[in-house]
């Protein structure tokens, strides 16, 4: 690791082969976590380029326990967090939104390490039990709709990195990385970034993939639709700018959305609007984000028409039902 540090001090960058290897030494705890720190430090120094992304994404794929969740074309809805917003878990309630639609989930996440809760907190508080048995997990899919990969439990190298970037408590290329290593490869995805530099390094690294994706990015900084600006939206298509008023009916205020300052707290933020019991503002930004998806699937003629699915999903209690049938599974 010496070498490889010395090397990056020198304002070098490393090639995709050379990034993947140190990943994988990583995952597989052959560098100790002062070594570790110093080599995620650099990428707080500078931007990561997308040889090196590449890189570490080869990986993580490499080393992630496999998942085959059947024939199902599945979807992740999931942000790179880092914004420091401090918003609701947003992702996570409109896959469940999603799932009450009738389109299967599979949702990547993990701990917040730069948030007071991320999607897995959130989860693991509602009472979801992490787990990577491809047939427990099926069942949920087949079952409930939905299903929650825990990071960690399919990526070495991330376990390994965890205490880390908790006690680091910033964004760090990982944060870049999670949206890229869905284990059970979903057919659809929407990608939530921080940065419009972000965005072009996923639309670049998404095309290559070809599937369908939409990548999201809130003007003020958000990594979802926040309703609280302009939102810039990428797609396999093309890019455009779309307004609070054309994605969820009218403008919110960044008060209106905040998660709460423990994880108890976000959970019960979290059950009370999938319950419908939500405030209209965190009603609005949830199914922006859900019909976003939706859409992204190609099934529906256009935004509007997804937005209505999502409203019906929530409404009629399709969306909690799939977290209990999620909950009761464990």
Not at 151 to 180: E, Y
Request: charged residues 20%; proline residues 2%; aromatic residues 8%.
């Amino acid at each position: 690791m010496k070498k490889i540090l010395q090397y990056l001090f020198e304002h070098k960058t490393l090639s995709r082969e050379q990034a993947k290897e140190v990943l994988v030494n990583i995952g597989k705890a052959i560098y100790n976590e002062h070594e570790v720190t110093a080599f995620m430090t650099v990428y707080l120094m500078r931007s990561i380029t997308i040889e090196e992304l590449q890189g570490f994404r080869d990986a993580l794929l490499e080393l992630c326990v496999k998942v085959d969740l059947g024939k199902y074309e599945l979807m992740d809805i999931v942000g790179t967090g880092g914004d420091g917003k401090n918003t609701f878990n947003i992702s996570t309630l409109a896959c469940f939104i999603v799932a009450g639609t009738g389109q299967k989930v599979a949702k990547h996440g993990n701990y917040g390490a730069s948030s007071v809760s991320g999607a897995s907190n959130v989860m693991e508080q509602l009472g979801y039990k992490f787990k990577n048995e491809n047939e427990k997990l099926k069942r949920e899919v087949e079952e409930a709709g939905i299903c929650f990969l825990h990071a960690p439990m399919f990526h070495p190298a991330l376990k390994t990195v965890g205490p880390i970037r908790k006690n680091l408590a910033m964004r760090t290329f990982f944060n870049m990385l999670g949206p890229m290593v869905n284990p059970a490869s979903p057919k659809f995805q929407l990608v939530g970034v921080y940065n419009l530099e972000m965005a072009r390094v996923y639309n670049y690294l998404l095309q290559l993939t070809g599937k369908e994706f939409t990548i999201i990015h809130s003007l003020d900084g958000y990594d979802e639709i926040s309703l609280t600006n302009d939102t810039k939206v990428i797609t396999n298509k093309g890019e455009r700018i779309m307004t609070p008023e054309q994605l969820g009916k009218r403008m919110v205020s960044a008060g209106d959305i905040t998660g709460g300052s423990s994880v108890e707290e976000a959970a019960v933020i979290f059950s009370t609007i999938l319950k419908g019991e939500g405030t209209w503002a965190q009603n609005a930004v949830v199914l922006a984000n859900a019909a976003m998806a939706l859409q992204c699937t190609g099934k529906f003629k256009n935004y509007d028409e997804a937005y209505d699915a999502a409203v019906r999903s929530l409404e009629s209690g399709k969306a909690n039902q799939a977290l209990e049938k999620l909950i009761g599974l464990q």
